[in-house]
């Protein structure tokens, strides 16, 4: 009989100690798929184009935050760092490239991925965002297949391959 309460006790605790296993990894399993996609950072001051921009890339699957100046942006990316930034050459307060240039020599933002976004053609203004630091242009009017295109290859030369719930969102 007392065995038999001993059995039943050492069983009792191993199951426990199963279930406290099962727990964790189910914590794990249960991440927000939402929470572990990239977040893109959206600086554009005309709606039309930022609601655009924003409609595609979350289709896309991707996290976005949106800022319509320079200063929105700087207080966006202290709220939450971005795992890349699409920023509008022409704002309402400053130049985009301006404060790319600031991100560039700040340590802690200078690894950002950033995308300029410019509404000019020529070659000296495409080459401004490239100078001041860019990952990679597009030039509007852009189509939006091409943007998500572009993010993805650059988000897919920067972030970490096997970062945690790199599995949930595949490019
Ligand atoms: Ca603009």
Known sequence: MQRSDAENARRASRGQSRKVQSDASQTRRNTSPDMSAP???????????????????????FRTT?????????????????????????????????????LRSDAKTAD??????????????RVAGLDAGADDYVVKPFSPRELVARVKVVLARTMPKTQEGGESFVF
């Open 39 to 61: 977040l893109l950072l959206i600086v554009e001051d005309e709606l039309a184009i930022q609601e655009l921009i924003v409609f595609v890339c979350e289709a896309e699957g």
């Open 66 to 102: 949106r800022a319509g100046s320079i200063a929105e942006a700087r207080s966006a990316l202290a709220a939450e760092r971005p795992d890349l930034i699409l920023l509008d050459r022409m704002l309402p307060d400053r130049p985009g490239e301006e404060w790319l240039r600031e």
């Open 112 to 125: 950002v991925p950033v995308i300029i976004l410019t509404a000019r053609g020529n070659e000296s203004d």
